[in-house]
């Protein structure tokens, strides 16, 4: 067939998605140095967790992630935000290693946990001590019971007693706030639950195994706007036992549960603050850009 | 056209389409009852003991055959309970020893093959699947069974029994091996699909709360497949039940039941299931007690099968409560 | 892009060795590799072995004359007649299946009605494939040594219905086609989308006619594949060609109608031929069965791969 060659399709950006951007390279402002000096080490009194240093990940040729440096610490929820594809995902996965589920991936720069590579640990180890909570609810359709406790049986050398794990299981229940309705019926099936009630239930999995990082990724997204609530007010509960890092696309929630605030655009870390600062005085435009529409 | 007549036209298709697709339905019933009413004699002189024990099967079988031609004094005496144990014998034994190999092979084939073992792996499972039994049979009458009979069972394992049965090397354990061999394939595919069909946020799930990959598709993958792998064991063992000609080829086709107390020896003892001594015997079919004799083991068969399709149903059911996918 | 500096560190993959598995799940994965190995030694020992039979004793010869009365190997001819046999009976059975399949799919996946029908129909089909082809077998020599169906068949000398020939061995053949082809139609058929069906009701067609001019082109691929391995689950089983075809040596016509007289005539396949020629058959020639059981082989694998390649091809035409 004799066609002539097909012209590139047109990219439409929903104007209400697409921040507001002059230039992705331009910095008018000038915040680099200022944020560089936030995300340096010892810019916070807080306990270290992880840090996140000149991070890049690509899949393949395509590039996901761009020279990103990022704390997270100890009694904080970090937020990350930024638009759909800007790479948060991508970083969060990066942090317990399940980026490397995707063959093409490839990483360069480090990342720690408590000072040590987490390429040097075990997968398996790390992903304990840095447990994932998904954007879909999956619990494991076995019983409630069964889904807290898997992580602490995997982790066990012998095989627990039931007897053993009760208490555990539900200690991590009532962190993730959902002892009172589901005590009773521990041995129910984890699937009959309601999404919040099973987003909350797989908090409480990745609780169980007394995690140092919990990381979020867009937890609320599939929920209703109550079970929202609840799970942002048990986000903010929960940040005095456990560093959180949560990928959100709601500037208003990372508003409400974050400490401190990462905007992320097209892979590279554009702000990094405190919440009042990124919201109320960003320092670089394109941060302006995105969070002025909202709270504007 | 006019419109009254398009929509006859409409209905009459979908009636015959029902009509057509009930035969089925018909024909099963006509199957049931005439091989139920065909085998009543048997199993009616017999009563419960049609399946009990007494006797050598095969004189019994003989005698049948050679029954006077008066109806009234036809000989119907049959125990039938070393072929019954074979039949369970060599079924189970080649299912259980399936649901362990395919499974293991199903986790190999979606989670653990690199991509190029995979590419490899998946039509030998088909292959498998695709040789007719006769040639399984030919191979193991033609290879194992010389084989066996010539270097693994030695001349004294051969006179310990010597007065109860002969040892050829057509035996328990060349039947078991190429059953199971005969059977795996199907599994495999079954579970493999089962497997692929796991939603990956379960394996995501498992694997972010630090279980390895075995323990995640063991735990988590392999567990919510357990339905599929009763449907798989189903149809494998009615596969198993109803085969005749391979296993008519290489147990021996002696109506003998097998010792476990006899050791290892019992692995090289013959034996003969329904469905091979359906085969064995399928000249005689016009000769009425003998005829009818076949028959019953043929209504057993038909019986085991469908009560093997109707437990395959019902051992899902439990498993939905979970959210089994089924 | 151009602003990215140079990598420090590059990890491809982090540490996650099965080395550092606890000892039952290493043992665990190794004997999913040895299983996954296994098999395919199996198979590879399996075809080599019998393509060495095969080119040992397959000749033109062989092929090309018919099974003959003999004491000797030698003597005993080929088996043209069996693979004719065979070849018609193939034929015969997936005639009668491809309607019954495709028909039944339709009917349970466009229509379903009454539920209770389509489900018991659906397990029906359930039970006729887990019902072994021997119980088939004598079940058909039952029904089809009946009066009324002495058309398919011829009546011995004492008057009575033989039940057996190429129609009633296909007929019952037909039945371990039915559920493959069933199968593999209902599955074509449900993955066509809902929409494709609303666009031709939106053209005025009515459902039947979408069935017949768009439903069922759709779903081809389906029913052919179904088709593909139902012929060659018929081409491979013994246990009905024994019981209800006669597995006589050479093709017996009954009559003198060209067609007819074959189908209602008894004979024999390369699956009866293979089973009679080894030891637990009467012949006793080992070389015939290899033979015979080679071209069985070739044909079974081409049924059941020939379709993969076609449609593979096919694929690349259209890219």
Excluded at chain 1, 8 to 34: N, W
Excluded at chain 1, 143 to 163: G, L, M, T
Excluded at chain 3, 99 to 109: E, H, N
Excluded at chain 3, 217 to 243: E, N, Q, S
Aim: hydrophobic letters at 50%; charged letters at 15%; one cysteine or more.
């Amino acid at each position: 067939m004799n066609s002539p060659t097909p012209l590139p399709p047109i990219k439409r950006i929903d104007p209400s998605r697409a921040p507001k951007v002059v230039d992705p390279r331009h910095d008018t402002l000038g915040a680099a140095d200022a944020i560089a000096a936030a995300v340096a080490p010892g810019s916070s009194n807080r306990v270290e967790r992880m840090r996140i240093d000149d991070l890049s990940i690509a899949y393949g040729t395509k590039p996901a992630v761009r020279n990103v440096t990022l704390p997270v610490r100890e009694g904080e929820v970090l937020a990350l935000i930024g638009p759909s594809g800007c790479g948060k995902t991508t970083l969060l996965r990066s942090l317990n290693r399940l980026t490397e589920l995707t063959d093409t991936a490839v990483a360069t720069g480090s990342i720690t946990l408590n000072g040590d590579d987490i390429h040097a640990l075990e997968a398996t180890d790390l992903r304990r001590r840095v447990s994932m909570v998904f954007q879909q609810p999956n619990p494991f359709p076995m019983s409630i019971f069964d889904n807290v406790a898997y992580a602490i049986r995997e982790q066990a050398a012998r095989r627990p007693s039931k007897s053993a794990l009760a208490p555990l299981v539900r200690e991590a229940l009532e962190d993730a706030g959902l002892w009172d309705e589901v005590g009773d019926n521990l041995d129910h099936p984890a699937l009959r639950l309601s999404g919040g009630q099973q987003q909350r239930l797989c908090i409480a999995r990745a609780l169980a195994s007394k995690p140092e990082v919990l990381l979020m990724d867009e937890p609320c997204s599939a929920l209703d706007p109550k079970s929202t609530e609840i799970i942002e007010e048990l986000i903010t509960r929960l940040r005095e036992k456990v560093a959180i890092v949560i990928v959100t696309h709601n500037l208003q929630q990372a508003h409400r549960v974050g400490d401190n605030v990462a905007f992320m655009y097209l892979g590279e870390l554009v702000e990094y603050g405190t919440v009042e600062q990124v919201f109320n005085a960003p320092r670089a435009e394109r941060t302006q850009n995105y969070v002025g529409g909202v709270f504007g | 056209m006019p419109q009254s007549s398009a929509a006859r036209s409409e209905r009459r298709a979908e009636r015959s389409l029902g009509a057509l697709s009930s035969l089925v339905l018909v024909l099963i019933t006509a199957m049931c009852l005439f091989v139920l009413l065909k085998a009543w004699p048997s199993f009616s002189h017999n009563g419960p003991m049609w399946f009990g024990w007494g006797g050598n099967v095969d004189d019994q079988l003989a005698a049948i055959f050679n029954s006077p031609a008066n109806p009234a004094k036809w000989d119907y005496t049959i125990r039938t309970w070393p072929i019954l144990y074979a039949t369970a014998l060599l079924t189970i034994v080649s299912v259980a020893i399936g649901i362990v190999v395919s499974t293991l092979a199903a986790v190999f084939i979606v989670e653990f093959a690199p991509p190029s073992v995979k590419r490899v792996v998946s039509p030998v499972v088909r292959l498998l699947a695709a040789v007719p039994s006769v040639i399984y049979g030919l191979i193991g009458i033609l290879v194992l069974v010389p084989f066996v009979g010539n270097h693994l069972i030695g001349d004294g394992r051969k006179n310990s029994v010597t007065f109860v049965v002969q040892l050829s090397g057509a035996s328990l354990g060349v039947a078991v091996v190429i059953l199971t061999l005969m059977i795996t394939p199907i599994m495999i595919a079954i579970i493999a699909d089962a497997l692929r069909a796991v939603p990956n946020g379960w394996k995501e799930g498992a694997l972010a709360l630090g279980a390895n990959r075995w323990r995640v598709m063991w735990t988590v993958v392999v567990r919510s497949a357990r339905p599929a792998i009763i449907a798989a064991a189903v149809i494998a063992a009615a596969r198993a039940i109803g085969e005749g000609i391979m296993l008519a080829m290489v147990s021996g086709s002696v109506g003998f039941a097998p010792n476990p107390l006899d050791g290892i020896t019992f692995v090289f003892e013959p034996l003969r299931p329904y469905a091979a001594t359906i085969v064995d015997n399928a000249e005689g079919l016009s000769v009425k007690p003998f005829g009818q004799t076949i028959y019953a083991m043929a209504a057993v068969l038909l019986f085991a099968s469908l009560m093997l399709s109707l437990g395959g149903t019902l051992a899902k059911r439990p498993l939905r409560k979970y959210g089994v996918r089924l | 892009m151009s602003t990215s500096t140079q990598p420090k560190v590059v990890h491809r993959r982090g540490k996650d060795t099965v080395k550092s598995w606890p000892l039952p799940d290493r043992i665990a994965y190794f004997s999913c590799w040895a299983v996954g190995i296994g098999l395919c030694l199996v198979a590879a020992g399996l075809i080599l072995f019998m393509l060495n039979k095969g080119l040992q004793y397959v000749s033109l010869d062989l092929i090309f004359s018919n099974p003959a009365v003999g004491s000797d190997q030698s003597q005993t001819g080929g088996f043209l007649a069996p693979l004719l046999g065979t070849v018609i009976l193939t034929l015969v059975g997936t005639i009668i299946a491809i309607p019954l399949g495709v028909a039944t799919a339709i009917w349970i996946v466009e229509y379903g009605r009454p539920t209770r029908l389509a489900r018991a129909v659906e397990s029906g089909i359930e039970v006729v494939a887990g019902t072994p082809s021997i119980v088939l077998g004598i079940f058909g020599l039952l029904l089809f040594s009946n009066g009324i169906f002495s058309f398919m068949s011829f009546r011995a000398l004492g008057g009575a219905v033989a039940g057996r020939s190429f129609l009633t061995a296909g007929a019952m053949m037909s039945l371990i086609a039915l559920p493959l082809i069933f199968t593999s139609t209902r599955e074509a058929l449900q993955q066509v989308p809902a929409q494709v069906r609303e666009a031709s009701y939106a053209l005025g067609k009515t459902k039947w006619s979408t069935i017949r001019k768009v439903l069922i082109p759709t779903a081809r691929p389906g029913i052919l594949t179904g088709t593909a391995l139902g012929m060659g689950r018929i081409a491979g089983d013994t246990a009905i060609v024994v019981i209800l075809l006669g597995a006589t040596m050479q093709i017996e016509k009954v009559g003198s109608a060209p067609i007819v007289s074959t189908l209602r005539g008894t004979g024999s396949t390369l699956t009866s031929y293979v089973y009679n020629n080894s030891p637990a058959g009467e012949g006793n020639a080992p070389q015939k069965a290899y033979a015979a059981a080679f071209v069985l082989l070739l044909l079974v694998l081409a049924l059941n791969f020939g379709i993969d390649i076609l449609s593979r091809r096919s694929k690349k035409e259209i890219v």
